[in-house]
């Protein structure tokens, strides 16, 4: 299974984002989302930023995974 994951915009050099998630840096590719600015939140999938969310839908979403892990990890015990 494939997820796309919202992630918050650190940063941007040329077509390059560094986004954050859970203190984890990474490096994607913002080619696909024109006019990206540092605090937007993208989705990522596969190394690119894929589309801009509200804050509102990311901070939900994110809200969501969490749960989700939580509960995935409950079961396991």
Do not use: Q, W
Request: proline share 5%; aromatic share 2%; glycine share 6%.
């Amino acid at each position: 299974m494939c997820l796309a994951v919202p992630l918050k915009v650190e940063k941007i050099d040329d077509n390059v984002a560094t986004v954050m998630s859970d203190g984890v840096r990474i490096r994607v590719d913002a080619s696909l989302v024109p006019d990206l600015k540092p605090g937007d939140y993208v989705l990522v999938h596969a190394g690119f930023a894929i589309e801009v969310l509200k804050p509102e839908e990311a901070e939900e979403t994110l809200r969501l995974l969490d749960e989700m892990l939580g509960s995935a990890e409950d079961d396991r015990a």
